[in-house]
């Protein structure tokens, strides 16, 4: 999988900028790796974000956040050189993994949640059940939960694949869209639209994230 043109086709409203800068490591400053990334007076609102390659099949996404964590990258956190410059207490977080290996489309997607959620909805690579209604979430919506998971816990996504769920009644062949925080056949009247795939059964919905429409 050619990581760096997956993301030039996938972004995830995280800035402009991160979908031109792609890093290939953690830690020794200069153009090449996330530390030497200048973080002041850069904004900690969700939208800088970096890609990291951490090996030929695997990427992260880093955001930036205010906070003191120490540096620990492998646990998802990256202090940069920059650290508390000019009163920059900033640092780098770890909140999702991309990579080749599982799933029906070859793909996984790991996402550290920042609240609990159900089976069967949207998240956003920034941890969030995914909400239409939220002009935070637009452009950020990257999988589907298959299981309920823990504020806190990593979360496998499904991003083009099929996902089946018994409680489903959809028709064939019928557009499903992200309405507030769930998914539904009807689109929603305001916030953005997004189609997120079709189904092919009553129970099974094939995964088909489109892109987000401001309404």
């Known amino acids: 999988m050619a990581l760096y043109n997956w993301f030039l086709t996938n972004p995830f409203g995280v800035g402009p900028k991160s979908l031109m800068v792609?890093?290939?490591g953690h830690t020794g400053g200069g153009n090449l790796n996330l530390d030497g990334e200048p973080t002041w007076p850069t904004a900690t609102d969700g939208t800088e974000a970096r890609f990291v390659?951490?090996?030929?099949?695997v990427a992260s996404l880093w955001q930036l956040e205010a906070g003191t964590h120490v540096d620990d990258p492998i646990n998802g956190w990256k202090r940069p050189l920059d650290y508390e410059a000019t009163q920059n207490a900033k640092v780098w977080h770890k909140?999702?993994?991309?990579?080749?290996?599982g799933g029906a489309g070859g793909e996984f997607i790991l996402v550290t949640m920042q609240e609990a959620v159900p089976a069967f909805v949207m998240v956003t690579s920034t941890g969030f059940r995914a909400d239409s209604t939220n002009q935070a979430h637009?452009?950020?919506v990257v999988g589907m939960t298959t299981a309920a998971v823990g504020i806190?816990?990593?979360?496998?996504?499904?991003?083009?694949?099929?996902?089946t769920n018994v409680g489903w009644s959809w028709s064939p062949g019928q557009n499903v869209f992200l309405n507030g925080n769930i998914v539904s056949a009807s689109p929603p009247s305001t916030g953005f639209s997004q189609k997120?795939?079709?189904a092919r059964n009553a129970n099974i919905l094939v995964l088909q994230i489109g892109p987000a429409i401001q309404l």
């Open 22 to 24: 792609v890093y290939t």
């Open 53 to 57: 390659i951490e090996s030929t099949d």
């Open 95 to 101: 909140t999702a993994v991309f990579g080749a290996g």
């Open 138 to 140: 637009r452009g950020k």
């Open 152 to 163: 806190g816990e990593v979360a496998t996504l499904s991003d083009d694949d099929e996902v």
């Open 196 to 198: 997120v795939g079709m």
